[in-house]
């Protein structure tokens, strides 16, 4: 049975873990904040870039272009996007099986994050390259990424590239999923979504294709990106509190423990004295 010291000993230790946890929850907090602004107003301009590629595609069928281009092959890219660190629930282990079961089993990967890239190399997988991003997550980027995954497509080394990341929905709740990059696929909608303008293109929708299409590959990286990003302060932030509330528990149930066994080494003392006063009568 522990004595005194020891339980004073675990107490010490956990109240210690509880103010790291503590601080790094207010980390991820301050942290989440700025990531889910920045996923979240990337949204909006995501909507009006399909629309434009949306009212080009319909509009002008005959439009061609290499990122359009559907191939029949199963040669696979994969940018996943992960944590370089842990202490984030399952936000990784999440993502990996989503990946395993929504991609090709002979995929070659492209990473962002240390933590799948490390699984991905113990797997014997093949990591074409490895990209270090900043917080918050600056366009520029996003941009070069974008060009390797454009490079190897364009070069006809692989028939389809897809993103695996984790999609941002509320602090409480992220989504792993798996989205097509490349070709591009030109968003579709429906009822009064579906109806095109009448837009007058100068120089012809060919060659405005070919300016957006490099723009929306870029921006849909930038916002996996971010949308990544914000998941993952989101779900440290979370596991943090949970962690804190958690030892703060402990703590009590540890404090709890000690005054018990204090109070009987109490009584048992006094039943010490008064067996020896008697004694002594």
């Known amino acids: 049975m522990a004595n005194l010291r ?12 509880a103010q790291i946890t503590r601080a790094m929850q207010l980390v991820a907090a301050a942290k989440m904040k700025k990531a889910q602004d920045q996923a979240l107003a990337g949204r909006e301009y995501s909507k009006q870039l399909n629309g434009v590629l949306q009212d080009i595609s319909e509009g002008f069928s005959d439009a061609t272009h290499p990122l359009l281009e559907k191939r029949a092959g199963d040669r696979e890219l994969v940018l996943i996007i992960s944590t370089d660190k842990g202490l984030c629930g399952a936000i990784n282990t999440n993502l990996a099986r989503v990946i395993r079961n929504e991609t090709s089993a002979t995929a070659d990967y492209v990473t962002v994050g240390r933590k799948l890239r ?3 190399e113990k797997q014997g997988r093949k990591v074409l390259a490895d990209f270090s991003v900043k917080d918050p997550v600056p366009f520029a980027d ?13 070069e006809g080394s692989y028939d389809k590239v897809s993103v695996g990341y984790t999609r941002f929905v509320n602090t409480m709740t992220q989504k792993p999923e798996v989205i097509q990059l490349l070709p591009v696929i030109p968003p579709t909608g429906s009822g009064a979504e579906a109806e095109t303008n009448d837009f007058l293109f100068e120089p012809s929708p060919v060659d405005v294709l070919g300016a957006i ?20 302060h989101s779900a440290r932030m ?32 006094l039943l010490e004295i008064t067996t020896a006063m008697k004694a002594m009568e």
Do not use: C, H, W
């Open 6 to 17: 020891d339980i004073r000993r675990r107490i010490k230790s956990v109240k210690n873990t």
């Open 238 to 269: 979370v596991a943090m509190k949970s962690a804190t509330d958690n030892a703060k528990k402990f703590i009590k149930e540890l404090t709890l423990d000690y005054n018990k066994l204090r109070q009987g080494a109490i009584t048992a003392e």
């Open 142 to 154: 996003a941009r070069a990424i974008a060009a390797l995954l454009s490079k190897q497509f364009l």
């Open 213 to 232: 299409l490099p723009l929306y590959v870029n921006f849909l990286v930038f916002q996996a990106l971010v949308e990544a990003r914000a998941s993952e």
């Open 118 to 120: 490390i699984m991905m």
